[in-house]
């Protein structure tokens, strides 16, 4: 992502390109400034480690700081997208764990659902097969869902004796399907089917297999051609002013806007309107 400072600024140094550092816990591609990440232990499909946890965590928050990413697309390896945490290496070390380990553990893995929904960056979720536990909250944390008809996704943490309150859960989904359909899943945490999930809002399209990557990639391409700058300031007020009233968000929006309208991007797309041509935005 090209950020408004520019390489004279000393502030410049903190800012890095990333598609260079390979991760070890999933697969990564980068191409035109969109990064793919894939989820690939298709042999289980695709279930989290502590380490991919972490390191899918710490991989999120460098995007506030990276020259080279626009747009990001996650999916899965082998026909899903994630299973969720790991039965073996996660739940079974758990129950030996004490309160303070299981604590460091929790916020860990609500961690990753900040970094996602703080990165400036639009995240396009591409959902097939199996999407639940932590997988289901990785497709909720993105900005936008594409799936396919045989896409399934469960909040199942009721099904291991847990609370359905989980890495944001009770926060996020009833914003995305409304209070009763929430709590249905969160209650009995059984699988919404893709027409479910289509018709309620949960993904904004479905594909069939073949197409559904091919899809997200244009998604997040035409994204990252786009003002990125002035996308982040979308991201960000779509997630302030969940704790906003009315007026404070009409306030914040007019101190977002006219922030955007000192960009270059701003007078990029007004002299392209007048010369009749289509801009290209730059980020700055």
């Not at 919404?192 to 289509?198: I, L, P, S």
Request: charged residues 20%.
């Amino acid at each position: 992502m090209k950020h408004p400072i520019p390489d004279h600024n000393p502030m410049r140094g903190q800012y890095r390109a990333v598609a260079a550092e390979q991760p070890r816990h999933f697969a990564l591609s980068v191409a035109d400034g969109v990064a793919t990440i894939t989820l690939n232990r298709p042999e289980r499909k695709n279930p989290l480690t502590f380490d991919s946890y972490a390191e899918l965590r710490d991989w999120f928050l460098g995007l506030q700081r990276a020259t080279d990413i626009k747009a990001v697309v996650v999916t899965g390896a082998g026909g899903n997208f994630c299973s969720g945490g790991d039965v073996h290496e996660i739940i079974g070390p758990l129950t030996k764990m004490t309160m303070p380990e299981l604590l460091a553990f929790t916020r860990m893995t609500g961690a990753l659902v900040s970094a996602m929904r703080a990165c400036p960056q639009p995240i396009v979720a591409a959902l097939d097969g199996v999407c639940a536990g932590a997988g289901a909250m990785m497709a909720l944390a993105s900005d936008l869902r594409l799936g396919t008809p045989a896409a399934t996704v469960a909040f199942l943490f009721t099904r291991v004796g847990l609370a359905g309150a989980d890495m944001g859960a009770c926060a996020l989904l009833p914003r995305m399907i409304g209070q009763g359909r929430a709590s249905e899943l969160l209650f009995t945490g059984r699988a919404m089917t893709a027409q479910e999930g289509n018709a309620w809002g949960f993904f904004n399209a479905l594909h069939e297999s073949e197409a559904l990557l091919p899809a997200a990639h244009k998604l997040a391409s035409q994204l990252a051609q786009g003002p990125t700058f002035a996308h982040g300031m979308t991201k960000t007020m779509l997630h302030q002013e969940w704790a906003m009233t009315l007026d404070q968000a009409i306030e914040a929006e007019a101190q977002a806007q006219a922030i955007c309208m000192q960009t270059q991007d701003f007078r990029r797309a007004y002299e392209a309107f007048a010369s009749k041509q289509r801009p290209v935005f730059e980020g700055d």
